[in-house]
């Protein structure tokens, strides 16, 4: 029996040491991995976890046909570490292996980038107990692969998001540009909210030989890409309307110049064009001044293309028809003291309201407008935009100067464009509701930023106005065809097959110091076809210096109205214009 | 203990005692039995062992395998995301309207800033066809630079004349004449105007 107790004893010594050798790895575990295992798991992560950024691209902007106007593009700054810098190994082609020294490695990159060896060999040598140096910036792809097989070991290449302008100038001065600080200028800035992306964060481990453990990539920022700001303009046309002013302006050595298509039937900005053309790509190519749009910043009085819409009010009003007869003095001293004169001296001349335009008589269009009230006359202006910004609110946009007590002089002269100023946009606008049956629809040069995930937003405004009766619209665009049929202008302006609507204005520009100078700014403003208003088209050249009339601008409204009229395929007029009488 | 009771049991229940001495035996007890095939048990769960270490083993080397072809495969991918965006790149600034224009040029052509179609439906002439000017086309600024800017295009060469005359129009150009004029192909409403739908 003693045999059985002793083995028993073994047996409970042995469970107990086992049970006490478990208990000190179990504690022991439980230090490690619970007590102290955050600890433990940052220290290694530190070692093992790559954290990178993933680069998210700025969206893209588009024309109306979805042709990209800017995009963004991967470049390589190329950097170097001088610490590293030294002699190293090349493996030839052959096989044979040569020594390539500091100064033949920086010579073959400036062979590559187009720098100069001595001042890349400069940043090296600076401080040679530097990691980093920068030796050149914004590389593109191909450089980036030809500077990757010169196998030089000291050298980085630093991926890094670029701004490109496709297209150049075309439509340059409203998509702005992005600097090296952001987005600096035009739709580039204003909608970056819909343009900017988000960079994301993901870590990954990694082995000793770079290779990222399987399973183990955490995303701990998602990256979002920027959306895709969709523009109503044409790219094609906008080039073309662009090119014309360009040349006609340089033809005439004017400061600068600015025309616009807009689309009736939904107030779509289709072109709209400044000159000079700032090349986005190369900014310092053009003055600051002419950065942005001036087509929404310039203001300046419009002249007679105003008296088309001053003929809109009386008819509308009931004031005037087509055929109201006045008799127009060369000068008219109006019985208030106020003085108008007309730009040639005449006679007594026995012209209608249509004459009046086609003549684009002051002193007819001052006896005429100033039948109405001039509170009538300025809440029409006021309706049809003036005196406030478009709802498209462009960067640095004007509002034009709309006086709301007018002197004697001015209850004249606004009537025929001066003593008012505007900006082309509100122009532009003004004419669209005139074409359009009267109804004004906002003018729009966004027509939607699409998110990544495609949700549609910025969806431009839809209210329109009613301002004048659709008849009155009508007769005003019919009463505009006489100035292409019988206006001094008539051979510049036609086009043959189409019935157009227009009114030509020579307005004097007033100077900063009072009074009107020697300059003035030209304009042509027009409905196409007459019967049926799909476009209007206005082009204006600022201060032009070889021709001070509005035959500077008649060519080019005619070429870039044909060129608007071929690009979307409207068809010729069948039938011809009322004609209405102009003379009595 | 048990083993000792089962010897000793007969003992007491032989009524008789035979003399001889009987050989005997130990009668397993049927913990005993049970205990001899152990060792059978004992193998195959070693063997167990094994065959899942060595499957685990394999796991990993399939799974680290793909991890380094995940690796080139990403390597391959970047490459290739960096051809076509350089292409694509390269093709924007070849599509844009000022080298396209500056190239038509170069080819003899001038644009022709009046309207006239060609009505299918009757053969009748809308508008009024007048010929284009040799100085009709695209006049540069007069510095002899560009009006129209485009930095992008400077070290751009223009696309030699005989590679270009066996392409076909593009749906770019407003007008798209070339489609126009080639036969067959056209899309047309007997009423409308001719129009190419070309994409």
Same mark, same amino acid.
């Given at each position: ?6 083995? %028993? ?38 070692? !093992? ?36 810098? $030294? ?7 052959? #096989? ?17 980038? #187009? ?48 701004? &490109? ?97 807009? %689309?009736?039937?939904? /107030? ?68 208030? $003291? ?13 012209? &209608? ?21 001039? /509170? ?10 003036? #005196? *406030? ?7 640095? *946009? ?38 359009? $049956? ?8 966004? *027509? ?48 043959? /097959?189409? !019935? ?25 403003? #027009? ?6 208003? *799909? ?38 007029? &069948? ?10 | ?6 010897? @000793? ?22 913990? @005993? ?26 796991? +990993? ?36 309207? @000022? ?71 593009? +749906? ?9 004029? +080639? +036969? ?6 007997? @009423? ?8």
């Amino acid at each position: 029996m003693t045999r059985q107790r002793a083995s %028993r004893r073994r047996l409970a010594i042995a469970i107990l040491m086992t049970f006490a050798i478990v208990g000190v790895f179990v504690v022991r575990l439980v230090d490690i991995q619970i007590v102290k295992a955050a600890d433990f798991n940052t220290e290694s992560f530190d070692k !093992r976890a790559i954290e990178t950024p993933v680069v998210a691209p700025r969206g893209e902007i588009v024309d109306t046909n979805g042709v990209v106007l800017a995009d963004s593009v991967t470049r390589y700054d190329i950097t170097a570490s001088p610490r590293n810098a $030294g002699e190293f190994n090349r493996r030839e082609d052959d #096989g044979s292996i040569s020594k390539v020294t500091v100064l033949q490695a920086v010579t073959e990159i400036a062979a590559l980038t #187009g720098t100069t060896a001595n001042d890349l060999l400069l940043a090296v040598t600076a401080d040679p107990t530097s990691d980093w140096a920068m030796l050149v910036k914004g590389v593109d792809i191909e450089t980036f692969r030809a500077i990757r097989d010169l196998g030089i070991p000291w050298i980085y290449a630093q991926p890094q998001q670029h701004r &490109t302008y496709p297209a150049g100038a075309v439509a340059g001065n409203l998509v702005g540009f992005v600097g090296t600080d952001g987005p600096q200028n035009g739709l580039e800035a204003t909608e970056d909210s819909c343009l900017a992306s988000v960079d994301g964060v993901s870590t990954y481990e990694r082995g000793a030989d770079g290779v990222r453990l399987p399973g183990s990539t955490v995303t701990t920022r998602e990256a979002v890409p920027g959306g895709t700001l969709q523009l109503t303009i044409d790219r094609d046309l906008q080039w073309y309307v662009q090119q014309a002013i360009a040349e006609q302006a340089v033809a005439l050595g004017a400061e600068s110049a600015m025309a616009g298509v807009v %689309r009736v039937s939904d /107030g779509h900005l289709m072109a709209l064009a400044d000159y000079p053309a700032v090349d986005p790509n190369n900014v310092n190519g053009t003055d600051i001044p002419f950065y942005g749009s001036r087509a929404f910043s310039y203001m300046f009085e419009p002249g007679s293309i105003m008296k088309a819409i001053t003929a809109s009010m009386l008819v509308n009003e009931g004031a005037a028809s087509p055929t109201t007869r006045v008799t127009v003095p060369g000068i008219w001293h109006t019985p208030d $003291g106020a003085r108008i004169r007309d730009s040639a001296p005449h006679g007594d001349m026995r012209w &209608t309201l249509t004459g009046v335009l086609e003549q684009s008589s002051n002193v007819g269009m001052s006896m005429l407008g100033t039948r109405l009230k001039a /509170g009538v006359r300025y809440d029409y202006l006021r309706k049809y935009g003036f #005196g *406030e910004a478009t709802p498209i609110h462009f960067q640095g *946009e004007a509002s034009g100067i709309l006086a709301s007590n007018w002197n004697t002089q001015q209850n004249y002269d606004t009537t025929y464009g001066q003593g008012v100023s505007v900006t082309f946009a509100q122009m532009l606008s003004a004419y669209q509701a005139i074409a359009n $049956g009267g109804k004004q629809v906002p003018l729009t040069l966004v *027509e939607s930023c699409t998110a990544p995930d495609g949700t549609v937003t910025s969806t431009p405004s839809t209210d329109t106005e009613q301002i004048i009766t659709p008849k009155a619209a009508a007769t005003t665009v019919a009463m505009l065809e006489s100035v292409v049929t019988g206006g001094w202008l008539s051979s510049q302006l036609s086009i043959p /097959g189409y !019935r157009i609507a227009a009114k030509t204005g020579t307005a004097e520009v007033a100077l900063p110091t009072g009074g009107y100078g020697n300059d003035f700014i030209v304009s042509v403003a #027009g409905i196409a076809p007459a019967e049926n208003p *799909e476009y209007v088209v206005i082009v204006t050249y600022v201060k032009p210096h070889i021709m001070k009339s509005s035959a500077a601008a008649a060519p080019t409204f005619r070429k870039i109205m044909t060129q608007v009229l071929k690009t979307y395929r409207v068809p010729p007029s &069948t039938k011809p214009g009322p004609g209405y009488p102009t003379t009595w | 203990m048990s083993a000792v009771a089962a010897v @000793q049991a007969p003992r007491r229940i032989g009524p008789a005692e035979t003399p001889t001495r009987r050989h005997l035996e130990v009668a397993l007890s049927r913990g @005993q039995r049970k205990a001899r095939p152990r060792a059978v048990y004992a193998l195959v769960t070693v063997a167990g062992l094994f065959a899942i270490l060595i499957a685990q083993l394999l796991l +990993s080397i399939v799974v680290s395998e793909g991890a380094y072809q995940i690796s080139s495969l990403q390597q391959e991918q970047r490459e290739l995301a960096r051809d076509q965006q350089a292409i694509s790149e390269e093709l924007q600034v070849l599509e844009s309207p @000022q080298h396209l224009a500056a190239n038509a040029e170069t080819l003899g052509m001038v644009s022709n800033s009046s309207t006239a179609y060609l009505r299918l439906a009757d053969g009748a002439v809308l508008g009024s066809p007048v010929a284009a000017k040799a100085t009709d086309g695209i006049r540069q600024g007069k510095d002899g630079g560009p009006l129209i800017p485009n930095e992008l295009l400077d070290d751009v060469p223009m696309t030699a004349v005989a590679a270009t005359s066996a392409e076909t129009g593009d +749906s770019a150009g407003p007008g798209a004449p070339g489609a126009l004029a +080639s +036969s067959g192909s056209v899309a047309s409403t007997p @009423q409308g105007l001719p129009s190419p739908i070309t994409r």
